[in-house]
């Protein structure tokens, strides 16, 4: 089986910095609650966020007043994070150069270490390794993923558009299954997998601009524009005044450091 964290994330993702901000999902605030308060997290915390890409993951922690240091190793991706504005009444993270697997800080400085939407591009022990590394006696290390419910019948008709993209099923598959290294780590300790729900209400523009931040979506012009019209079909049946709504299951895995 290929591993996808040989599908280089640093050229897969390139050009795709704005889309990727404007487009992709956010978190749901329940599931940020739960981090915080399982893993204790307040004002004089500390989170990596490895992998942190545009910063929207960092800047849901930084708006509740945790201090985030924010890793990532692809340049466009990292100075689109540093061009968000900060949230509101609160420092905003601070981002630097680095990857899952060498992250370049201090031992013991985290208090919890992150990777939203990003694990399934690392290779998972080393990583683990490091997150071991910068993470404090106690320290937690936290996944956090969107995965789409197929259950809902428009999200699973858009998914099925989104399998026929190259490389879909390399990533994707993957993905689903990261997660299973930090649950059977034996470096951490304590740990459980909880479900949350979301979901993104796009219109049409929206929905093609979500498909199309995915790294792996069509880019030579021929599959872009077959791969776009059948996105607008999708969403010609389903919409309902002008919009569609992707549902979402969020996936939080969280282990202590032992």
């Not at 470096?187 to 498909?211: K, N, T």
Request: charged share 25%; aromatic share 8%; proline share 7%.
């Amino acid at each position: 089986m290929e591993n996808p964290a040989l599908l280089n994330p640093l050229t897969r993702f390139a050009g795709l910095a704005d889309r990727y901000a404007k487009y992709r999902p956010s978190y749901p605030a329940a599931a940020i609650d739960f981090i915080l308060i399982h893993c204790g997290l307040g004002p004089q915390s500390v989170v990596v966020d490895v992998g942190c890409g545009t910063g929207i993951s960092s800047r849901l922690l930084a708006e509740r007043g945790v201090a985030v240091i924010g890793i990532e190793p692809n340049t466009e991706m990292r100075r689109k994070a540093e061009s968000e504005p900060a949230p509101p009444g609160a420092p905003g993270p601070s981002y630097r150069e680095g990857r899952a697997e060498a992250t370049n800080l201090p031992a013991n400085i985290a208090d919890a270490v992150l990777a939203a939407q990003a694990f399934h591009w690392f290779e998972p022990e080393a990583a683990l390794r490091e997150f071991r590394r910068i993470l404090k006696p106690g320290g937690w290390a936290v996944l956090l993923a969107n995965e789409r419910d197929e259950s809902d019948p428009f999200t699973a008709a858009y998914s099925r558009v989104i399998r026929t993209a190259p490389d879909a099923a390399a990533i994707e598959g993957p993905r689903a299954r990261s997660g299973s290294a930090l649950l059977t780590s034996p470096l951490f300790q304590h740990s459980q997998r909880v479900l949350f729900h979301s979901e993104q209400c796009l219109d049409e523009d929206g929905l093609l601009g979500r498909a199309f931040s995915a790294s792996y979506a069509p880019r030579e012009r021929e599959q872009a524009e077959r791969f776009a019209a059948d996105l607008r079909g999708v969403f010609v049946r389903f919409e309902n005044a002008g919009k569609v709504t992707l549902k979402y299951q969020t996936a939080v895995i969280v282990a202590a450091r032992r």
